[in-house]
């Protein structure tokens, strides 16, 4: 074994999990390499969040069935994150070329797993239902220097009715706040600019471990840290305190985005969800936090098409987006997963109504993410470079304080790298629906 690869799918928390496999193997002493074929050992951190996660995943690894890599090596084939917690053994039975399956609680383990594989010739099942460690602790490989993801809490106690998260994840556990401060610590002085806190819903850090949620307290000690940018997710609509608002409206180091999904605006279906909140209610936070925060970018994920889901109730979710004026909303069509309460509930909703209902309410979104950035239009925002647009190498590529991506043009001389990694200040001069465009304010 001396190269790997590792392919992420699904959300936030796959990915750190991602920078920390890379970083476990490569303190291995083996090597990333950028694509699988060069691969000695290939890691697939996998999601089962809907279906079509679930089978993306399948038809990857099956397509993996020359165990050899491109110089005649024999490759380890690895299946990690939420996937691989809740099939275990039975992945092996469906793609018997896989030779290590781990699961979300045991990824310090991935190197032994994959020294026995090799070793006997046999592949491995390791999955734990519970751990005491937090994947935090383990060295990281980092996909921008500047960035990090700091967890806050792991697991889920919302079992939403159609959620697998709490399933492959397991209970809500948080980390106690001198860690993550340490952690912030560390990263400061290691250079990163921007830390993402995460949490399936990190409004309810601390209750576990504290006896009631303190997450304001976490944003204003990262905070004190002298990391410049702080971003966060997910937030549970219903359990956003007044005091999280206060410390985004006075803490400059708290970014003024907030990702707040609302799933449907039909207190029926809320219901059905298991969401305990109401639209009205829904409503009274996002106009609290814009009375707060008036400039807030605000994101939120919408299901369509949830068993009983009526058009009257769709009609109720159209008008909680545009009402809540959202920046972005990320959508999806219902997707029944085995295990959760609503794959078996009656009325599921036909294929061709649901995607009817996606089409519509993805134009209210366009409409409102184009009125949200118009208003940018003539501003200066301190915009952190990523590098360049994947479609235009001379084309720079990076975030404003919303969030929002910001492409300028390079001037001729200059070089990416100049901007990479730096906070450089943009005079907005056009709006589009998912891009700001400007030039370099001197
Ligand atoms: N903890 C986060 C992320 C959950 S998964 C949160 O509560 O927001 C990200 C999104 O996937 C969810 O917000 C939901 O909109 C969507 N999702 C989850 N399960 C789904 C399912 N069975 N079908 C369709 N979308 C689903
Ligand atoms: Fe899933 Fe709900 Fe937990 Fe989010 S809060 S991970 S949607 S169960
Ligand atoms: Fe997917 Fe697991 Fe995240 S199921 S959304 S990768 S917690």
Redesign the pocket.
């Known amino acids: 074994m001396q190269t790997f690869h590792v392919r992420t799918f699904g ?1 936030q928390m796959n990915k750190h999990d991602s920078e920390r496999v890379a970083g476990l193997l490569r303190s291995d002493g083996l090597e990333a390499v950028p694509y699988v074929d060069d691969a000695d050992v290939v890691v697939y951190m996998t999601c089962c ?2 279906e079509n996660a679930d089978e993306r995943l399948r038809g990857q690894v099956a397509s993996l069935k020359a165990v050899k890599n491109a110089r005649g090596g024999r490759q380890l084939i690895a299946v990690g994150g939420c996937i691989g917690q809740r099939d275990g053994e039975i992945l092996l039975r469906q793609l018997p070329h896989v030779d290590v399956v781990f699961g979300t609680h045991n990824i310090a383990h991935l190197p032994a797993l994959l020294e026995a594989a090799e070793r006997h010739r046999k592949p491995q099942v390791e999955i734990l239902e519970e751990s005491t460690d937090f994947a935090s602790d383990l060295p990281a490989e980092r996909e921008h220097p500047w960035h990090a993801w700091v967890p806050i809490t792991v697991g ?1 106690d ?1 079992f ?1 009715s ?4 709490p399933h492959v994840r397991g209970r809500e556990r948080s980390r106690e706040l001198d860690d993550i401060v340490a952690e912030a610590e560390r990263l400061r002085a290691e250079g990163v600019l921007e830390v993402t806190l995460l949490g ?2 990190v409004n309810s850090y601390g209750r576990d471990l504290y006896g009631s949620p303190r997450f304001a307290e976490v944003l204003e000690a990262v905070a004190a840290t002298g990391i410049p940018r702080i971003r966060f ?2 937030s ?1 609509p219903k359990d956003l305190l007044d005091a999280t608002i206060r410390t985004m409206a006075n803490v400059a180091e708290v970014m003024p985005y907030l ?1 707040l ?1 609302v ?1 449907s605006g039909s207190n029926d279906v809320l219901a059905a969800m298991n969401r305990h909140y109401a639209k009205e209610s829904y409503l009274d936070l996002v106009e609290r936090l814009y009375d707060a925060i008036p400039d807030l970018a605000l994101s939120t ?3 369509v098409g949830f068993p009983g889901e009526t058009d009257a109730d769709f009609e109720d979710t159209l008008d909680v987006v545009a009402t809540s004026r959202v920046d972005q909303a ?1 959508t ?6 085995a295990g ?1 309460p ?1 794959a078996t509930m009656p009325d599921q909703v036909p294929r061709e109504v649901a995607q009817e209902r996606f089409d519509r309410l993805v134009e209210v979104v366009h409409r409102s993410a184009l009125e949200k950035n118009v208003p940018f239009v003539g501003s200066v925002q301190p915009v952190l470079f990523a590098g360049t647009s994947k479609r235009d190498r001379r084309m720079l590529s990076g975030r404003s304080p919303h969030n929002k991506v910001v492409h300028v043009a390079l001037a001729e001389g200059e070089e990416a790298a100049d901007y990479a990694g730096r906070i450089v200040d943009v005079r907005i001069i056009e709006a589009q629906t998912w891009f700001l465009a400007g030039e370099i304010a001197r």
Do not use: K
């Open positions: 959300c969040v809907r889920c919302n939403c159609y959620c697998i998260v399936q819903n997710a997910t549970h990702h999904p799933q994920d919408v299901i990320f999806f069509i219902y997707s029944p997963r959760t609503a």
